[in-house]
């Protein structure tokens, strides 16, 4: 099938076999403590023999202690084992993987605070790189951390992190010289941002503020962008429901297509695309490079496998989000 969306792509440094991305979802499959358990390995196994390009892993925990019930971590050597493992199911069937870090914490942080959590940031892309990832991603949207940093409703700090958006994006360059310095200039390093925390007030990270801080990522060194959008507070989520028409879907479009034109990075549209023609559209129409899903693939982890062998109906997703629990994400019309 002669469609734009089963072609190979350089993605960022990263050779892909078609532009479908799993993108980071919150699966909470590992064990208590953060270790790669039998259930990961069968999903990763299954997305990969799906003929997903680029699985991009849910967050992985950073910092020892912290709170990320039965999320993976990468904080010390004794989690590469079961790491590599993962890796090795995905490249088995010509996968490739990446690990989204992030992490949840305070934006009350020292400077020397803030320069140890560099550190460590830097030494978890340094251990996803021994695990054999083909690279990282920089989990900077939805409220996490590096969110409310972005944000000028969270950050009120006076010092050089708060005040202007180049003061509001540092930290994010600093973790980004971190990982090239420890890694190599060409380790892909990706960010997922917030196209909008779509607050109603307009008090939160704006896409005017996106536009503007996507050009600074790009000029700074990281290698391809994810758009996404919403956090708590705001008047969307990052995982929109009542998705039924082809009108409904790809929510972000505009606002990447836009960033698209403007920087020189792939760019990658996540949220609420649901159809292979509307995925294909996009690709047509605008700069954006690929195509990122998760609660379709949730669903069907299978999804592109189908579409390659001809069977283009749209994903049977149908965007309830009763797909997330505290006891593994599965759909509820799988069991």
């Known amino acids: 099938m002669n ?18 991305i799993r993108s980071a979802t919150v699966v909470q499959k590992a064990t208590i403590d953060g270790y790669v358990t039998e259930d990961l390995l069968d999903m990763y196994r299954e997305l990969s023999e799906g003929q997903v390009g680029l699985i991009i892993t849910g967050t992985m925990g950073i910092i020892e202690g912290a709170d990320n019930s039965k999320l993976l971590r990468i904080h010390d050597d004794s989690y590469l084992e079961g790491l590599k493992k993962l ?25 020397a605070e803030i320069q140890s959590f560099v550190e460590q940031f830097g030494e978890a892309a340094l251990r996803s790189k021994k695990a054999g990832f083909d690279g990282v991603q ?21 010092d050089e992190y708060g005040g202007s958006l180049e003061n509001r994006t540092r930290i994010m360059l600093e ?26 007030n307009g008090n939160g990270f704006t896409f005017e503020e996106c536009k503007e801080a996507a050009k600074i ?27 039924h028409l082809k009108e409904q879907e790809a929510y ?60 283009t109906e749209k994903a049977k997703c149908i965007s309830c989000n009763r797909c997330f629990n505290p006891e593994g994400a599965s759909c509820i019309f799988n069991k």
């Open 3 to 20: 469609k734009k969306v089963f072609e190979k792509i350089n993605l960022g440094g990263i050779e892909v076999n078609n532009r479908f």
């Open 87 to 111: 890796v090795d199911v995905a490249h088995k069937n010509h996968s490739k993987i990446i690990p989204q870090l992030g992490h949840g914490g305070t934006l009350q942080m020292t400077k």
């Open 138 to 158: 920089v989990h900077a949207a939805h409220g996490f951390l590096f969110s409310k940093f972005l944000s000028p409703y969270h950050n009120r700090r006076t």
């Open 175 to 200: 973790v980004l010289d971190s990982i090239k310095t420890k890694c190599g200039t060409d380790f892909p390093v990706f960010i997922k941002i917030n196209s909008s925390d779509f607050f109603e």
């Open 217 to 243: 990522f790009a000029d700074a060194g990281f290698d391809a962008i994810e758009i996404s959008g919403g956090a708590a507070g705001g008047e969307y989520g990052p995982a929109r429901s009542k998705i």
């Open 252 to 311: 972000h479009k505009d606002y990447a297509a836009e960033i698209a034109q403007e920087v020189s990075i792939p760019v990658i549209l996540v949220g609420g695309i649901r159809s292979i023609e509307v995925a294909e559209d996009i690709l047509e129409e605008t700069n954006i490079e690929a195509i990122s899903l998760s609660r379709p693939l949730i669903r069907e982890p299978k999804l592109i496998k189908r579409w390659v062998e001809g069977n």
